[in-house]
């Protein structure tokens, strides 16, 4: 079956520390992947994609993921997170031209 | 500012009512979505248009009906609905053609009384 796991439901972490948000896909999921973020009250926005090239890829305000085809991962990791950064991630990835498979979400608390 | 816009943003209706959400896409795509976000829940995919015409009905209840006039709008008509369809709506739209970036409205948010 297709799918894309996201296993932490919550992550607290402190200002100014690191955190890796994780997301796992099934081999049957095409491997475009992506990340969104979806703040309180709003919809998503897309924080950050893969499509092909570099494996590694950057959004403007820090974050990065890297494509891992051998672990059919594609974890999101921030070295310094803010305050700001409180909101809750979405992993999803494509099977097709409109099937979107989303995770269920992980909420990043960042405490001060 | 996102480029799809859904209103209305908040929206209470009884079990009996007959509501409808509007999304616009100002975006030039030809494909428009409606998920539905609950509580602890993955978001669902319900419909999807590509060039006006439906490509995806995932199972949705015909309390939900569609309505795609143009590219640009999508409509999601409400009737008789029950008190667990009170959820976050979201439009989003594409272009339909490859793997492709999906963008979201801000989502509109509807409670069954």
């Known amino acids: 079956a297709q799918s894309v796991t996201q296993l932490d439901s919550q992550v607290p972490v402190f200002e100014e520390a690191p955190v890796e948000l994780r997301c796992n896909y099934s081999s049957s999921v095409s491997v475009y992947l992506f990340w969104y973020v979806q703040y309180p009250n709003q919809g998503l926005q897309l924080l950050l994609k893969y499509l092909s090239g570099s494996t590694l890829v950057e959004s403007i305000n820090g974050f990065e993921a890297e494509f891992n085809k051998s672990q059919t991962s594609f974890h999101l990791r921030k070295p310094s997170v803010h305050i700001s950064d409180t909101a809750e991630y979405f992993c999803?990835?494509?099977?097709?031209?409109?099937?979107?498979?989303f995770g269920t979400g992980t909420r990043l608390k960042v405490l001060a | 500012e996102t480029g799809v816009t859904q209103t209305p943003r908040h929206l209470v209706m009884g079990m009996t009512n007959k509501k409808s959400l509007k999304c616009e896409q100002h975006?030039?795509?030809?494909?428009m979505y409606w998920y539905k976000q609950s509580a602890k829940k993955p978001l669902e995919l319900m419909f999807v248009?590509?060039?006006?015409?439906q490509t995806e009905n995932n199972s949705v209840p015909s309390r939900f009906s569609p309505e795609c006039p143009n590219s640009s709008h999508l409509f999601l008509h409400l009737h008789t609905l029950q008190p667990e369809d009170s959820a976050l709506y979201l439009c989003?739209?594409?272009w339909g053609q490859g793997p492709d970036t999906i963008y979201f409205g801000e989502g509109s948010w509807l409670t069954v009384v």
């Open positions: 999803a990835g494509t099977s097709g031209t409109y099937k979107y498979i």
């Open positions: 248009y590509n060039f006006k015409e």
């Open positions: 989003a739209s594409s």
């Open positions: 975006l030039g795509h030809n494909a």
